[in-house]
């Protein structure tokens, strides 16, 4: 594409030159993932750094093949590919062919879903399926909701809404309001809770942590305990939040129980579902959100459990009228609706963003192509996965396991032989190091009760339990090696 720079912007002119760049870099990537025989390389950062430091930013290349040459050796060949079957470490899924569609329509096009100027037919889709999401969930006919960037965002604005649905609950001035505000969580919770605890200028101890039972959910007895220590306090709940799909354990707090202590105490629930939303369309395990429609506000990550590229999420709300709490008018973007005026749909009035992706596209001709119970399919799928691998690894002497999976997250760890039992934290991280620089598979590691433990996080129906069990084998065989090399490292010296 040589030539004046705006031989570069896509117009009515350039749009051959977008057909076969966009082809050329499409072939790139999917020869790329044809090819990729394990989910990382191993490069390390001080080996990757200095391709990437010099590139001469100030220097264009000659042409997009020279571009995705060098993109080859910068990101292409070292990328983590999440589509790859040993790829068990993080919620990162392998997202389906209709999402990059609307992915690549959106991006091109690329409207701005603040205003209806600026978007129109998108404005339309985004409200759709924030409806349709809605009627899954059961939240009634006064539900609305926006899409957000994701799940820290989602659950960020909802905890906006709860504070100030208190403060206008309460005659007291906001000044004295703050300081008496709580949110209380599972311990097994999102960490987003307490970013957005600080963000939203609440005391340092606002979030209190709910203790949880043996398969880590949120206990319902214990959080009465706390709403009674709370309302004995002077303190006032401004939300409980509960999880339908814990990050670590895939848990999903007795949803049911826990919306009846918050109606007896007169608390906002928050369900975070960023992980178990896949639920809503599961043709098998719907039944496992049972409660979740007595929310208050839920928030969904479609690119988790619905297979979508980041990002695609929301926040739905039962009363489409606490969005009012986010919004701002400015003449020259959504100026506020005169009394005889007409309204138009802006999306902007219910967003923390101002300009903003288009994400819905990508749910919709996902839906539009496969169908809900394609995408529930899917997700029980690795639900399954999951069950068939906690059963190995509950069988394997090597390994103990932590609770057996509600969704598809696995926590276990390696068990050295006795003596060697004080090796075991190390072990679990070397272990884990060891085989992401082999390249040969990524787990993640995590800690539970001070302990260093690793997870399988399965997102990839392509992930057989072959590939679990080659896994295991491959952590078991680095841990084993660093136990012995240890052992052999303080073995006393022979005399003689």
Known sequence: MAGTPRAHLLTTGTAEDYRRVLAEGIDRVGTRIARTDRPFTGVSPAALAPAVAAVDLDRPLADATAALDELEEVYLRDAVYFHHPRYLAHLNCPVVIPALLGEAVLTAVNSSLDTWDQSAGGTLIERRLIDWTARRIGLGPAADGVFTSGGSQSNLQALLLAREEACARNPAPRRELLPRLRVLTSAAGHFSVQKAATLLGLDADAVRTVPTDA???????????????????????????????????????????????????????????????????SPTRRHLLAGIERADSVTVDYHKSFFQPVSSSALLVRDGQVLRHATYHADYLNPAPRASGEQLPNQVDKSLQTTRRFDALKLWLTLRMMGPDAVGELFDEVIDRADGAWRLLAGDPRFEVVTRPTLSTVVFRYLPPAPAGHLADDANRHARRALAASGAAVVAGTRVDGRQYLKFTLLNPETTLDDVAHVVDLIAGHADRYVGERAAAVAPCPVG
């Not at 214990?222 to 939300?239: F, K, N, S, Y």
């Not at 339908?244 to 049911?256: Q, V, Y």
């Open 215 to 281: 398969d880590r959910r949120m206990c319902p007895d214990a959080l009465h305990a706390e709403l009674t220590r709370c309302q004995r306090d002077g303190h006032i709940v401004m939300a409980v939040v509960a999880t339908a799909g814990t990050t670590d354990f895939g848990s999903i707090d007795p949803l049911d129980a826990i919306a009846d202590r918050c109606a007896a105490a007169g608390a906002r629930l928050h369900v975070d579902a960023a992980y178990g939303c896949g639920l809503l369309v």
